[in-house]
């Protein structure tokens, strides 16, 4: 199952670096409504405030037709962000997260919420973890460092990452106690699946793809027109009541035969050279062949006993659950997904693959819904909730090193 998920105020890493070399984040910025704000939780902030900046200014150029990196000697300060310029943009909302920060604290405390013991441990035991783990690039190759080298590098201290994901979690008690069930201003459950069911859809999809035995890409009209055929008979198999699963699976044993086919051709081609064997040569290796007869008898006994016993077979959801604002694998592809009828189907000729799709009622899944019934919610009242917060936090009363705030200005910031 995939599905789409709004990462609200996360930080990459990978992408910045403070051009402040060893700055440690023990120092205090100073206080907001009274509560400390550590060097560390503003860095953390204040990267996130870029990364919002920066996605919002590579929507601009794609807009365009470009990208940064399409541009010579590229700098995100030459954008505006919501009509503003790059840098003001960031430091104001930098500072409007630290005052959401500091006004989440307060409503917690205020309406007698509480953490239990056991959600404090798992905040640290979750931030000792992932501050010993390795960075990968894209999830496959390390890059020699952990998580924790790099944000310590940035500034950011585990003490204020663990600051920050304590609060997370209070947001998220605060946030229940807003718009889930019995809350301040509950949501309507009908109103939760509406959403659910008007902006996801339920897909079985079979993405055939336009290669061989080999790897390589067929070109040829004849060959296309073979795949494409067989794209076309599983869109029939399952739009006439076939278990998708099966066909799913068969697929899967197709191109495995297909590999297999190859992977002999190119083993036969490979032994053909060696066809004019020494006669003498062959005649002993007859002798040694049979003189092992009994050894190989005992070991295919010793096989079939261990092949006997069966594995039981891992189950796997191969339906996916897809957002009408996803663009993976393309805008285009989605668009027309969503313009299917459910129970119906078609196939998507791509460069290189044929996705099979036929789309199914959302709700019949009860699982997905409970599943994500939360991450749906805060879909649904994240923004509205970051207002509550601002109109909380309006009037707090800023006590913040002048200094401070100049060490940490968006241009000191290395991109």
């Not at 609200?8 to 051009?19: D, G, N, Q, R």
């Not at 299917?340 to 693959?353: F, I, Q, R, S």
């Not at 819904?369 to 009037?395: C, G, P, Q, S, T």
Request: aromatic share 12%; hydrophobic share 30%.
């Amino acid at each position: 199952m995939k599905i789409f998920k709004k990462i609200i105020a996360a930080v990459c890493a990978v992408a910045v670096a403070l051009s402040v070399a060893g700055c440690a984040d023990v120092s205090t910025m100073g206080s907001i409504n009274g509560t400390e704000i550590k060097a560390g939780v503003y860095l953390w902030y204040e990267l996130a405030a870029i990364q919002e900046a920066n996605t919002e200014v590579e929507e601009q150029l794609s807009e365009m037709g470009t990208s940064s990196s399409q541009i010579e000697n590229f700098s995100y300060f030459n954008y505006n962000v919501q009509e503003k310029p790059y840098s003001q943009y960031v430091e104001e909302r930098t500072l409007e997260f630290i005052k959401q920060y500091v006004a989440v604290q307060k409503k917690f405390e205020e309406m007698g919420l509480t953490l239990t013991d056991e959600e404090k441990a798992e905040v640290k035991t979750n931030a000792k973890d992932f501050w010993a783990s390795e960075m990968t690039y894209y999830g496959y190759y390390s890059l020699g460092i952990t998580y924790g080298e790099q944000y310590e590098s940035l500034g950011v201290s585990r003490q204020s990452y663990e600051s920050v994901m304590m609060v997370r979690k209070m947001y998220n008690k605060l946030f229940d106690a807003y718009y889930d069930e019995n809350g301040v201003t509950a949501t309507d459950e009908k109103d939760i699946e509406t959403y659910f069911n008007d902006n996801y859809g339920r897909f079985q999809v079979i993405q055939v793809s336009l290669t061989d035995g080999y790897g390589d890409t067929i070109e040829s009209d004849e060959g296309k027109a073979e795949v494409k055929a067989l794209a076309d008979g599983y869109l029939e198999r399952i739009k006439s009541g076939e278990d998708y699963d099966a066909v799913y699976h068969d697929y899967e044993e197709y191109v495995a035969e297909q590999k297999a086919k190859a992977e002999a051709e190119e083993a036969a081609a490979d032994t053909s050279s060696d066809a004019s064997t020494d006669s003498s040569a062959s005649d002993e290796s007859s002798t040694d062949t049979a003189s092992s007869d009994d050894t190989s008898s005992d070991t295919s006994d010793d096989t079939t006993s261990s092949g006997s016993e069966e594995a039981e077979e891992e189950e796997h959801d191969h339906e996916f659950l897809i957002a009408k604002s996803d663009t993976s694998p393309s805008e285009e592809l989605i668009k027309w997904m969503f313009e299917l009828k459910e129970n119906d189907g078609g196939v998507y000729e791509d460069e290189t693959v044929y996705y099979v799709v036929v789309r199914r009622p959302l709700l019949e899944r009860e699982d997905w819904y409970l599943e994500n019934r939360l991450d749906i919610l805060h879909e649904m009242k994240d923004e509205e909730f970051e207002e509550v917060l601002n109109e909380i936090a309006k009037d707090y009363p800023m006590d913040l090193s002048q200094a401070s705030l100049d060490m940490y200005k968006p241009e000191k910031i290395k991109q």
